[in-house]
T-cell receptor, first 113, second 115 residues
Framework: AQSVAQPEDQVNVAEGNPLTVKCTYS??????LFWYVQYPNRGLQFLLK??????LVKGSYGFEAEFNKSQTSFHLKKPSALVSDSALYFC???????????FGTGTRLTVIP | ETGVTQTPRHLVMGMTNKKSLKCEQH?????MYWYKQSAKKPLELMFV???????ENNSVPSRFSPECPNSSHLFLHLHTLQPEDSALYLC??????????????FGQGTRLTVV
């Protein structure tokens, strides 16, 4: 069975500070991992994905994520947070045998000016 | 714009009404999905269509009825809903034939309120 855990409902960070949004996953095989962002009253927007290769993946808007197989984690990071990064962030996983994405419960990021 | 368009953006309906949600994608994808997003819950996958055939139905009540007339269009027909069905309904599309490693593209959602 596939599952994703986002242990923090809410993350607050000061503008200009680095941010981390945590994600751990569980799949039976090799995972495909994704991060999405959702702004108020909008759908989900794709940020980045890990398929294979380098464990550090770079995506849109300066975000990056690090795949750690031993810890089954895929934490989202950004070196310097912007107020405009405030949104709801979702981690998702798909294993190579499935068509479907399984999402976590989301983490609300608030960047404080 | 993600290339996936949902209409209407907002819908208020009574429990005895019949309404439909529409989703359209212009990305050439061959898989389409309906998700339900409720507060404090993970996104719930409702239906998956691949090449216009339904391949998964995650035990969704029969008051929700999907229709996929072609690879670009997806509908969700609603009938005798309950207040707990109020949620944001998201449509997505992807091209899973490339090994499953492609991301899904989402529409902006329909905010449904059942009164």
């Amino acid at each position: 069975a596939q599952s994703v855990a986002q242990p923090e409902d809410q993350v607050n960070v000061a503008e200009g500070n680095p941010l981390t949004v945590k994600c751990t996953y569980s799949v039976s095989g090799n995972p495909y991992l994704f991060w999405y962002v959702q702004y108020p009253n909008r759908g989900l927007q794709f940020l980045l994905k890990y398929i294979t290769g380098d464990n550090l993946v770079k995506g849109s808007y300066g975000f990056e994520a690090e795949f750690n197989k031993s810890q089954t984690s895929f934490h989202l990071k950004k070196p310097s947070a912007l107020v405009s990064d405030s949104a709801l962030y979702f981690c998702a996983v798909r294993d190579i045998w499935a068509n479907n994405l399984f999402f976590g419960t989301g983490t609300r990021l608030t960047v404080i000016p | 714009e993600t290339g996936v368009t949902q209409t209407p953006r907002h819908l208020v309906m009574g429990m005895t009404n019949k309404k439909s949600l529409k989703c359209e994608q212009h990305l050439g994808h061959n898989a389409m999905y309906w998700y339900k997003q409720s507060a404090k819950k993970p996104l719930e996958l409702m239906f998956v269509y691949s090449l216009e055939e339904r391949v998964e139905n995650n035990s969704v009540p029969s008051r929700f009825s999907p229709e996929c007339p072609n690879s670009s269009h997806l509908f969700l027909h609603l009938h005798t809903l309950q207040p707990e069905d109020s949620a944001l309904y998201l449509c997505a599309s992807s091209q899973p034939g490339q090994g499953g490693n492609t991301e899904a593209f989402f529409g902006q959602g329909t905010r449904l309120t059942v009164v």
